[in-house]
């Protein structure tokens, strides 16, 4: 069966953008039963994984361990705007872990808040990872880490034992077939 399959965002009465999606509806055995014109397209899940990369963290009871809230889980789990508020969860997070944003690989970049793009623009030297809209889940990565034992040193590397039990954790979720779609050459280089 063929399917067709948009997204269409609206804002107010005005059509802002149409987005066209491949999908695949496949059964436990990985045979094909319906999709799209590409089903077999392979891509990146990008920040749509985060909730999915929590889930260590979350069933091992790390998150019992270090007290966290349902606010510092959806911190972790999104793509945040790099506010005050947003930056205060993290930090909160990385506190109780026992961890400085020095410990974030995330980097800089501009923050989404205008508030907040307003204070690193009037003083750059305030500029650091919190205001990445990743950092909430580079501190689920790294409170994993500390749950586990694991050095939290390189947690980002695809060979670090972070990666490797989200990467198991997804691939689960995924089901039968998914370490062939798990592409070992696209994992980032080492930083310098």
């Not at 491949?22 to 319906?34: I, K, N, P, Q, T």
């Not at 062939?180 to 050459?185: F, I, K, L």
Request: proline letters at 7%.
């Amino acid at each position: 069966m063929r399917l067709g399959l948009a997204v269409h965002v609206i804002r107010g009465d005005i059509l802002e953008s149409r987005h066209h999606c491949e999908a695949a509806v496949c059964d436990s055995e990985g045979r094909l039963h319906a999709g799209t014109e590409h089903p077999s397209v392979v891509t990146t899940l990008r920040s749509a994984a985060k909730p999915f990369q929590l889930l260590p963290l979350i069933e091992r009871g790390g998150a019992e361990r270090w007290s966290f809230r349902d606010e510092h889980l959806a911190v972790m789990t999104s793509s945040h705007t790099g506010s005050a508020r947003h930056r205060a969860l993290v930090l909160e997070i990385l506190e109780r872990i026992g961890l400085t944003p020095q410990h974030l690989v995330c980097g800089y970049h501009d923050p989404i808040d205008p508030d907040a793009l307003a204070e690193v623009r009037l003083d750059p030297a305030l500029r650091s990872s919190l205001y990445n809209n990743c950092s909430g889940n580079h501190a689920g990565m790294l409170a994993l880490a500390r749950a586990e034992g694991w050095a939290p040193e390189g947690y980002h590397r695809p060979e670090h034992a972070v990666q490797q039990t989200i990467l198991r954790a997804m691939t689960d979720l995924a089901g039968p077939g998914a370490e062939r779609a798990t592409p070992r050459s696209a994992a980032l280089p080492p930083r310098a």
